[in-house]
Nanobody, 121 residues
């Protein structure tokens, strides 16, 4: 089992920045592919970003604005979000898995509880 805990969510104005963190415990962190997903009210959970080993992957909607990174020494994955817009408002989740199908939420084995991100216009 792995336990994931997100932090760093909050309220930010359009154009602002937030940095989310996801701390992982319980298993060897470095063996996991790590993903970030988000879910807005009334919408499906959607892929945001992932890191497989050290290679980052992004949804088109966030590429160039968001940066995913990981610190294996701290068992933590990060999501730096810049130039945010109201469309980024959602609950953000981190997930851990071993599948290379990084954009499919059903391929992840462990999930955090989510952190709310709200972007005001």
């Amino acid at each position: 089992q792995a336990q994931l805990v997100e932090s760093g969510g909050g309220l930010v104005q359009a154009g602002g920045s937030l940095k989310l963190s996801c701390a992982v415990s319980g298993r060897t962190f470095s063996r996991y592919n790590m993903g970030w997903f988000r879910q807005a009210p009334g919408k499906d959970r959607e892929f945001v970003a992932a890191t497989i080993w050290t290679t980052p992957y992004y949804a088109n909607s966030v590429r160039g604005r968001f940066t995913v990174s990981r610190d294996n020494a701290k068992n933590t994955v990060y999501l730096q979000m810049n130039n945010m817009s109201p469309e980024d408002t959602a609950v953000y989740y981190c997930a851990a898995g071993t599948s290379d199908n990084y954009s499919d939420p059903t391929k992840y084995d462990y999930w955090g509880q989510g952190t709310q991100v709200t972007v005001s216009s």
